[in-house]
């Protein structure tokens, strides 16, 4: 069983930053792509950033150079660093991984709220 559990999701002012984390645990032999997706009310699932195994990153066109990915492979965990937060990315944020070769697997979610 593999799993992964994102932390660091909560309430902040616009302009305010929060770091999200997410890290994968289980039967893991190789840790591929991860990154991260959101999806607000009522709007479909939109990927935030990912980053491969050997750190080449991507980045949807809304960041804008707020955002920043990193990943720890030593403790396969991942983080999105989010700072200059609008209240427009008020969203459920979800990690993704690419593991032992041909397994997807999501998180459950962490809800981001950014009040004005």
């Known amino acids: 069983q593999v799993q992964l559990v994102e932390s660091g999701g909560g309430l902040v002012q616009a302009g305010g930053s929060l770091r999200l984390s997410c890290a994968a645990s289980?039967?893991?032999?190789?840790?591929?792509?991860m990154g991260w997706y959101r999806q607000a009310p009522g709007k479909e699932r939109e990927m935030v950033a990912s980053i491969t195994h050997a750190g080449i990153t991507k980045f949807g066109d809304f960041v804008k150079g707020r955002f920043t990915i990193s990943r720890d492979n030593a403790k396969n965990t991942v983080y999105l660093q989010m700072n200059s937060l609008k209240p427009e990315d008020t969203a459920v944020y979800y990690c993704?991984?690419?593991?032992?070769?041909?397994?997807?697997?999501w998180g459950q979610g962490t809800l981001v709220t950014v009040s004005s």
């Open positions: 289980g039967r893991i032999f190789t840790i591929g792509a």
């Open positions: 993704k991984a690419e593991l032992n070769g041909s397994l997807e697997r």
